[in-house]
């Protein structure tokens, strides 16, 4: 199926076409009318007659199997997999055995915790999410994924076999994230065979081969265990913008008139009109609804146009009340939070990333206790919503992944989708594809019938997991370890068609490689990227540079009087400044003859850019009509020479911007200058296109190259990188044991170890204050910019006392990062505006203030402080080596996590 990407300045204008004029019936002649078929399905609404609980046949089949083999179940949301996971716990539990419930949301964890405690008794379930560490010893733990890979890690350390019987790893489907499927991963490789293992996972394409990677990974059947009926079955729906409510497709695919809606009529700027469609969705009793937007700022205007509701909807008045008034009363500080308003008088809210976690589990509660009329959320959250409601409503067919608007994916709109329809509550759910510029009705109707994206391997080395790996590991061992990951299994079939690609590139490179300079196509592969890198540094350093210059000599060089030298190197005295934003001085030539016209000295507008050198100031200029006095100052200036301001012995001092920016470019020409590109008689075909039969290799390579390398190599080859790394900053010795620094290093389970480390190593740290140190380390926590943090620069000059240990941290750190980004790796951008929020709210500032302090989201807000939290749990975990870092650590997580941060 043929998607598309489209970039993201495309939704806010950006070159305009001419559409088609828009459909007079759209002019305010609304008017809902459903079709005689929708009707039909729209009279099995209803609520189910209660009746016992039945285990389903594929829920019977897992327990049966689950006792014997690892058991894969998939199955649609809403199927009864908790079911299958509860009963095989309680038969371990009767054996006396443990379990661990591992879940990708410590939200999940902790409904888990309640379900269980209930279950088996608050005495026998424990919880561990960083956030939460109860009765770690009980028979039965829930909680994240990361903790039970992190057991595993310090299990393999000690020697010993990790104390559990049972593993159940819920939201299985995770192993395909492409941001955390590798922890999935590690924990499946890690764990011991003996370790009976029960995945539950949403409808995934490829689930017998996850079977098969697992048979041949663990030597151990595992089984699938499949339910592809949802238990509430699902109606598409289309509503035509002038009301006509009619099924989305048929037996003969997309309804026929929908074919006929052309996107093009509606203006990129159009959006939806909520206020409409839920009224559509009222008179057809659809409601409640969950509306699935591409942006917080669309949920949060969507809240807006909503109308109040009706007094019979939903539920009295009266009761709602009551029970917002309790839920309030539970989280005080929600009363005074901007949406409270529209919540009372419309039941609806706005449900993403961008809101803090206890105003979001407010209106899950509301949602599914069925006191909301509508919810907003956006589609990048999909996976994390858990309030099912009758009707899910798509406006769009693409979502924003981060960097630019792509199609939905059947696994994207299957999150989406899963959500409509309430068990034991609604007979029937729906899904509403609405027209507008963005939505591709055909699109959708193919996705609802395709299957679900198959799991890919998102295995890949960093340096958290190198360090724990070679605490129980040799290098070849881990060589090994590669070998069994799901990736190298799903390359096998490849192999031939791998084979036959390295025999005729070796051929090929025989000729080239005494000529490379690099040596080999491995390290071209290595080098090349950093010098595309280092000159797109060096570039934007000569431009900043440029600017710097241009800025310093324009505001306060070129004044009248001032003499400089073009880039042909003609003499000129400025006789009119540059403006701040002017392009040029207007200038006298200095060469002989003067040029005059109508009795004044001829004046040249010279664009600073054309400016050379900038010489000494002339201590008087003559009046423009006066010729005697214009060629006496020029015979002046012959005689005196020119001299540079900028020559040996001057006293000028540049701006340290432009001094900086001078360091940078030459820094940038240096590192670039020790590749070995520089000197290569192959550079020019090696970096750019030609005809040249070397650039049609390397092109040919780099197109092929994750074939030529197998998977299992690369895994190698980016461990023996980060190797080496670490073995010159000194965790790892040559035999690939680590040091001491290496042992305690290892327990920094974070994104940027090193960095850390080095700021540990370094003392860049405070151990006697816990507010700066959670402070300094917040900044680690952010793996990528954020809208507006461009803005907030202002904030160093508003808290020198905070900016004075940042930039030392930073300074400290430079090399290292500098070191980094040499070598590929990513490196974080560090903000300072978290250093500001996390300091004030560790020194007890209340939750207005520093929510104030920058206008960065609640929610972004929240989310720093937990991550921080975590982050400083892994400083807390070095007491042995560390001790009094360790207790700040302690003390700071305390002071992070009170109301409205953490969440229990």
């Known amino acids: 199926m043929k998607t598309t990407t489209r970039v993201m300045r495309r939704r806010h204008g950006g070159p305009r076409k001419k559409t088609p004029p828009k459909d007079p019936s759209r002019q305010d002649t609304f008017r809902l009318k459903i079709s005689p078929k929708v009707r039909k399905v729209l009279d099995r609404i209803g609520v189910p007659e209660p009746r016992p609980f039945v285990p389903d046949p594929f829920q019977v089949e897992a327990i049966e199997k689950v006792r014997r ?60 999410t960083g956030d939460r560490k109860e009765n770690p010893d009980a028979p039965i733990i829930v909680g994240t994924t990361e903790i039970l890979r992190n057991q595993l890690y310090d299990a393999m350390h000690r020697g010993e076999d990790l104390a559990v019987d049972l593993v159940v790893m819920d939201e299985a489907h995770y192993l395909g994230d492409p941001d955390r499927g590798v922890v999935w991963e590690e ?70 008139p929908i074919r006929d809606l052309d996107p093009r009529q509606f203006s990129r700027r159009d959006f939806p009109d909520i206020a409409r469609i839920l009224e559509a969705l009222r008179q057809a009793d659809l409601l409640p609804a969950i509306f699935f937007l591409k942006s917080r700022a669309d949920c949060e205007r969507a809240i807006g146009l909503c109308p109040p509701v009706p007094k019979s909807a939903i539920k009295r008045r009266a009761d709602f009340d009551r029970r917002l008034r309790e839920l309030l009363d ?12 529209i919540l009372r008088r419309s039941r609806v809210g706005a449900h993403h990333a961008g809101q803090l976690p206890h105003w979001k589990l407010l209106l899950e509660k509301l949602m599914q206790e069925g006191y909301l009329e509508a919810i907003f959320s956006t589609s990048t959250v999909a996976a994390g919503v858990n309030f099912p409601a009758r009707t899910v409503v798509v406006p769009q067919s693409d979502r924003f992944n981060g960097r630019e608007f792509v199609d939905l994916s059947a696994t994207d709109l299957l999150q989406m989708t899963g959500r409509a329809g309430r068990r034991g509550m609604d007979e029937i759910g729906f899904v509403l594809v609405v027209p507008g510029r ?45 070998a069994r990951s799901l990736a190298t299994y799903q390359n096998l079939s490849r192999e031939e068609h791998v084979r036959d690609l390295v025999r005729s590139f070796q051929q090929e490179l025989t000729r080239w490689e005494p000529h490379m300079a690099c040596g080999s196509m491995d390290v071209l592969a290595e080098v090349r990227p950093r010098f ?25 060089l070129l004044t009248p009087g001032r003499l400089f030298l073009n880039r042909r190197g003609t003499l000129y005295v400025v006789v009119e400044p540059a403006g701040k934003d002017a392009p040029e001085v207007e200038a006298v030539r200095l060469q002989p003859p003067l040029q005059w016209s109508r009795g004044t000295v001829r004046t040249h507008g010279v664009r600073t850019r054309q400016i050379r050198d900038i010489g000494r100031k002339v201590a008087s200029l003559p009046d423009r009509h006066d010729k005697k006095g214009w060629q006496d100052l020029m015979e002046h200036c012959r005689r005196e020479g020119y001299r540079s301001l900028f020559g040996e012995g001057s006293a000028v001092e540049r701006p340290e911007a432009l001094q900086s920016a001078t360091r ?6 240096l590192r670039k200058a020790q590749l070995p590109c520089t000197g290569c008689e192959l550079f020019g075909p090696c970096h750019k296109a030609s005809k040249h039969p070397f650039a049609r ?72 204050d816990p507010a700066l140190l959670a402070a300094l380390i917040a900044p680690f926590v952010m793996d990528r910019d954020r809208p507006g943090e461009s803005q907030l620069s202002a904030l160093i000059w508003k808290y020198p006392d905070l900016a004075t240990p940042y930039f030392a941290m930073m300074k400290t750190l430079h090399r290292l990062r500098e070191k980094l980004s040499q070598e590929g790796f990513e490196t974080p951008a560090l903000p300072f505006w978290t250093v500001v929020v996390v300091y004030h709210w560790a020194k007890g500032e209340s939750w207005e203030v520093v929510k104030n302090l920058t206008g960065i989201d609640e929610g972004d807000l929240a989310m720093v402080m937990l991550r921080t939290a975590d982050h400083l749990r892994q400083v807390e975990s070095l007491a042995e080596s560390h001790p009094e870092l360790a207790a700040s650590a302690r003390e700071a997580i305390d002071r992070i996590l009170r109301e409205p941060v953490l969440v229990v």
Not at 330 to 341: A, G
Not at 712 to 728: G, T
Request: some cysteine; overall charge positive; charged content about 25%.
């Open 532 to 556: 595309m890198r280092l000159q797109e540094e060096q570039r934007k350093a000569k431009k900043l540079a440029r600017k710097q210059a241009l800025e310093w000599s324009t505001q306060g």
């Open 697 to 768: 290799l390397v092109q040919r390579y780099f197109a092929h190259r994750v074939e030529i390398q197998s998977v299992q190599e690369a895994l190698w080859r980016s461990f023996q990188h980060h190797f080496r790394i670490l073995k010159e900053e000194g965790y790892v010795t040559e035999e690939g044991h680590l040091t001491s620094d290496g042992l305690w290093a290892s327990k920094l389970r974070l994104d940027q170890p090193l960095l850390v480390s080095e700021g540990i190593r370094r003392r860049v740290f405070p151990e006697k």
């Open 438 to 482: 963005y939505q591709k009705a055909e699109l959708i109707h193919d996705l609802l019938r395709s299957p679900p994206d198959a799991i890919q391997s998102q295995i890949r080395v960093n340096f958290s997991m190198v360090l724990n790996l070679l605490l129980s590991h040799e290098p070849e061992e881990i060589r090994t370890l590669f």
């Open 69 to 128: 083999h690892d058991v894969l179940v998939t199955a649609p949301t809403g199927a009864g997999k908790t079911y299958i996971a509860i009963e095989a716990i309680r038969e371990v539990f009767r054996k006396g055995g443990r379990s661990w419930y591992a879940s990708p949301l410590k939200a999940l964890s902790n409904a888990k915790l309640e379900e269980f405690s209930a279950l088996f008794g608050p005495e026998n379930v424990g919880i561990l």
């Open 330 to 341: 539970q989280w005080p500080f929600l009363k005074t939070h901007k949406h409270l308003s």
């Open 187 to 256: 924990v499946l490789i890690y764990l011991p065979a003996r370790v009976r293992l029960l995945l539950l996972s949403a409808t995934i394409r490829n689930a017998q081969q996850i079977c098969d990677w697992l048979l041949w990974l663990r030597q151990s059947p595992c089984l699938w265990v499949a339910a592809t009926e949802r238990p509430v079955p699902l109606y598409p729906l289309f509503l035509f913008p002038h009301g006509d409510l009619t099924p989305l497709g048929g037996k003969g695919g997309l309804f026929r």
């Open 664 to 669: 940078t470019l030459a820094e940038t020409a």
